[in-house]
């Protein structure tokens, strides 16, 4: 999958987006736990040029696309660079473009809750969880940081019930979820420093 998937009928969609540098189980997880807690038609991977958090430069966009593509060969999971050809490398003008041109569908953007916690550090944050609805996935060690985040005490009030999580979708922004869901530790930063000296790069 080279841009993002020609999708014209009406779905609704989770949208992970991240470097998948490289992409795991927990990953993997997080999709299968968002597709069944959401009601979702369709998952996507966004596999981003870089993480603009991170000076470290990850592995080619290609390799990453591969890695991706090898893990959910039969997840049914959608592979996406549309950040590399839309040539932005933040979450806000991806959503923009993205939000303009497919106004048929419904997204949901999935994140693990340890991202959650540093959502105040994107560009325009705000914006972000202005603009589309947010499902948190617990990861091991942040299920209390998470509920004290600044994006969590900010927009407080518009948190809806993990039993409603499948009308989130159709909720109006701002409106986020946190979904209590299999415990994974892998990491991307994990898997490379165990991998350093083999072959998987």
Request: proline content about 4%; some cysteine.
């Amino acid at each position: 999958m080279n841009s993002f998937p020609n999708i014209h009928c009406k779905k609704k969609i989770g949208l992970l987006g991240g470097s998948f540098d490289p992409p795991h189980q927990g990953h993997l997880n997080i999709s299968n736990i968002s597709e069944k807690r959401l009601g979702l038609d369709k998952m996507i991977w966004l596999v981003s040029i870089q993480n603009p958090l991170k000076n470290k430069k990850p592995e080619t966009l290609k390799k990453r696309m591969l890695f991706c593509q090898n893990i959910v060969s039969d997840q049914g999971i959608l592979i996406s660079d549309i950040e590399s050809k839309i040539n932005t490398k933040y979450t806000k003008d991806f959503l923009k473009n993205l939000l303009c041109t497919n106004p048929k569908n419904k997204f949901v953007w999935i994140m693990g809750s340890d991202n959650f916690c540093n959502l105040d550090k994107w560009r325009d944050w705000t914006w972000i969880i202005e603009n589309i609805p947010i499902a948190v996935i617990s990861r091991p060690g942040t299920n209390i940081k998470v509920l004290f985040s600044k994006a969590a005490i900010k927009y407080k009030k518009f948190r809806i019930k993990e039993k409603n999580s499948k009308n989130l979708i159709f909720h109006y922004s701002p409106a986020w979820v946190l979904l209590n869901g299999i415990k994974n530790y892998n990491s991307s930063s994990k898997i490379r420093e165990m991998n350093k000296n083999d072959s998987l790069y």
